[in-house]
């Protein structure tokens, strides 16, 4: 059984153009909700806070723990479902003071007060403190900038060099159009989202280099044939691949996006719109600009 008949021809390269336009609308439409917003909405990694966690003996409404800590000054902590018995819950609460250690008894006070020192116990506190967290916000941008850097690199010297400035634009292409889908639907940028970035890069390039390689195939196997023409037929014999391939990964990280909870929304949401994202650029990105190249005079060998 074939997914995909060996004998398709789409010409993916006849759209090119449009789907150009369609990437440049996407991040453009990303770096200005991030301009907007004034910035990624980070986490407590980042920025700095403190989170509590905390567990109740029976099931309690998030509506009734903001209402409890609004009376004791944290009115601006953030409430997630932690589990699936809606008794166990995360505060996040940012702060730009060094100093955090007060909050958690805030947090112990506001929630006795309404329901009683012995319905709910603290598991756990855990503080970054601003400075940190701007230490950190800089090293999660230097890994996913040399790790974008070092892919296309490896790309040009594995292939040409053709082919790893094509990688290296996917790659910008899937960073920027995660990051933007991140800010226009209020997701925290956190740790777990960096990983997230990094395994984009990786599924993505991976993808391309399967694309770049058929490519590379043909031009020395057809040499009489049109880059146009080599290219559209490279596409289409990993097309199969690419979608078995992809779809089985989108499948599996869509279910955690669905049903992960809140806790681990940000990441999965990363995952699926950079695993979407890295398929189409493989495509549309990298391959074109190999054409492009072409007819910048470079000889084709």
């Not at 100093?99 to 756990?124: H, I, P, W, Y």
């Not at 779809?247 to 999965?268: H, K, M, N, P, R």
């Amino acid at each position: 059984m074939e997914l995909i008949s060996p004998d398709v021809n789409i010409d993916f390269i006849r759209y090119a153009k449009r789907a150009a336009t369609v990437s440049l609308g996407l991040i453009l439409a990303g770096l200005v909700s991030i301009w907007y917003r004034g910035g990624l909405s980070y986490g407590i990694d980042f920025a700095g806070g403190t989170v509590v966690q905390v567990k109740f003996t029976q099931p309690t409404l998030i509506a009734d723990l903001r209402q409890a800590l609004a009376a004791t000054e944290l009115a601006e902590a953030t409430v997630q479902d932690f589990g699936q018995g809606r008794n166990e819950f995360l505060i996040r609460m940012p702060t730009g003071e060094e100093d955090t250690t007060g909050l958690s008894e805030q947090v112990r006070q506001g929630l006795g007060n309404k329901f009683g020192a012995q319905a709910f116990e603290v598991r756990k506190v855990e503080t970054v403190g601003p400075k940190v967290g701007k230490d950190l916000r800089r090293k999660a941008f230097l890994a996913v900038t040399f790790a974008t850097l070092m892919m296309g690199v490896y790309v040009a010297v594995r292939f040409e060099v053709r082919f790893g400035v094509g990688a290296l634009l996917a790659l910008i292409h899937d960073v920027l159009i995660t990051l933007g889908g991140l800010s226009l639907m209020d997701m925290e940028f956190d740790l777990t989202v960096v990983a997230a970035l990094l395994t984009v890069v990786g599924f993505s390039i991976n993808d391309t280099v399967i694309v770049c390689d058929r490519i590379r195939e043909n031009m020395r196997r057809l040499r009489r044939e049109q880059l146009t023409t080599i290219i559209n037929r490279s596409i289409n014999e990993t097309l199969s691949r690419t979608l078995i391939t992809n779809g089985t990964a989108l499948i599996t990280i869509s279910t955690l996006f669905v049903l992960g909870g809140e806790i681990i929304e940000a990441f999965a949401f990363a995952l699926v719109v950079g695993f979407i994202a890295g398929t189409y650029s493989s495509i549309y990105i990298a391959s074109p600009v190999v054409l492009l190249w072409e007819g910048t005079g470079t000889k084709r060998r």
